[in-house]
C-alpha cells in the first residue's frame, strides 16, 4: 500500500501540472473569466514571490526555503509509510506532499508560480489573492494531518 500512496501524491503533482500546461499555453486565460456571478474567477497570474507577495524578487531565496519545507514534508511522509494505520495523516502528507511539489517544480522550472483561481469574497483583500490548484492540495493536506493526529496508531 505504500507505493499507493506515493502514487498519489505524484497524480496530484501531475494534475496540478497538465492544469499549470493549461493556462500558460492557452491565451483565453492572459483575460479574466468571470463565473458564478463573480464568486470564482479564473486568470493567469505569475507569481514570483509567496502567498501575498511575499518575498517578491526572492527567487533563489524563496526556492531554498520552498525546497527545505519541500524535503522536510517528504520525509516525514516517507517516514509515516513505514508505520502501520494512520490513514488519515498519509493521505493529509500525499495532498501535502504532491502540492508541495508542484510549486517548487514551478520555482525551479519557470522561475515563477503559475496560479490562476481567485474568489469573490465580502473581504476585499482575499480577492486580490490568486491560488492554484497545489495550494487547496496543501491546505487539504495540513488540515487532514491535523485531523489525523487524533487516529489511533492504527485506524
Not at 506515493?6 to 493556462?23: N, P, R, S, T, Y
Not at 507577495?53 to 517516514?79: D, E, N, Q, W, Y
Not at 509509510?81 to 510549486?103: C, D, V, W
Amino acid at each position: 500500500m505504500r507505493l499507493g500512496w506515493l502514487q498519489l501524491a505524484l497524480g496530484l503533482f501531475q494534475a496540478d501540472l497538465a492544469v499549470k500546461e493549461e493556462i500558460e499555453r492557452n491565451p483565453e486565460f492572459d483575460r479574466e473569466h468571470v463565473l458564478w456571478d463573480g464568486k470564482v474567477r479564473v486568470r493567469k497570474l505569475h507569481n514570483d514571490g509567496m502567498a501575498g507577495g511575499r518575498l517578491k524578487g526572492h527567487m533563489p531565496a524563496l526556492i531554498k526555503i520552498s525546497g527545505c519545507m519541500t524535503l522536510g514534508c517528504v520525509g516525514m511522509f516517507l517516514r509515516l509509510l513505514g508505520k502501520e494505520g494512520h490513514t488519515t495523516r498519509k493521505l493529509g502528507y500525499a495532498f501535502l506532499t504532491g502540492g508541495a511539489l508542484s510549486n517548487l517544480y514551478d520555482r525551479c522550472r519557470r522561475g515563477y508560480v503559475v496560479d490562476y483561481i481567485s474568489f469573490g469574497t465580502p473581504l476585499k483583500k482575499l480577492n486580490n489573492l490568486v491560488f492554484n490548484l497545489s495550494d487547496f492540495f496543501i491546505l487539504t493536506g495540513a488540515l487532514l494531518i491535523c485531523l489525523g493526529r487524533t487516529d489511533q496508531a492504527k485506524d
